[in-house]
């Protein structure tokens, strides 16, 4: 893809707001955030109009609490639709990180995060989701 230039006019304090960003997620360079942060408009947007976005359901949980993993299973093949693939992962003896790869309405994707996610015994879980 063929990259075109263009300037850009910015209160001192924007600026600094910018360059703190660039070093924070230590881009290359402005442009490079730039980039990142247009992209992830254009996400959240997608998201918010209910647009079809590809993404992940990560959790964090205590195996032994009321039977999760069998509750999240039961989940997941409900909706199996927009389920991809699924790793999971024994960070400890108690507790297990999995991976949920998913594919479809932003809408449904929220819904189905909030069902695992919710989950008694999940200590942390987030979707991120990407365009399609």
């Not at 039961?74 to 790793?87: A, D, G, N, T, V």
């Not at 819904?111 to 399609?132: N, T």
Request: aromatic fraction near 6%; hydrophobic fraction near 40%.
């Amino acid at each position: 893809m063929a990259v075109r230039r263009f300037g850009v006019s910015l209160e001192e304090d924007i600026l600094d707001m910018l360059d703190s960003y660039v070093s924070d997620n230590q881009f290359p360079n402005r442009s490079q955030a730039i980039r990142h942060l247009i992209e992830q408009h254009t996400i959240d947007k997608k998201w918010m109009c209910n647009n079809e976005v590809a993404g992940a359901v990560v959790m964090v949980y205590d195996h032994h609490k009321n039977d999760i993993t069998k509750q999240a299973n039961e989940i997941q093949h409900e909706y199996h639709h927009l389920i991809l693939s699924s790793q999971h992962i024994h960070l400890d003896h108690d507790l297990c990180l999995e991976t949920i790869a998913v594919k479809g309405q932003a809408k449904e994707l929220t819904y189905l995060a909030d069902k695992l996610i919710a989950l008694k015994g999940v200590k942390h879980g987030k979707l991120v989701m990407s365009r399609a």
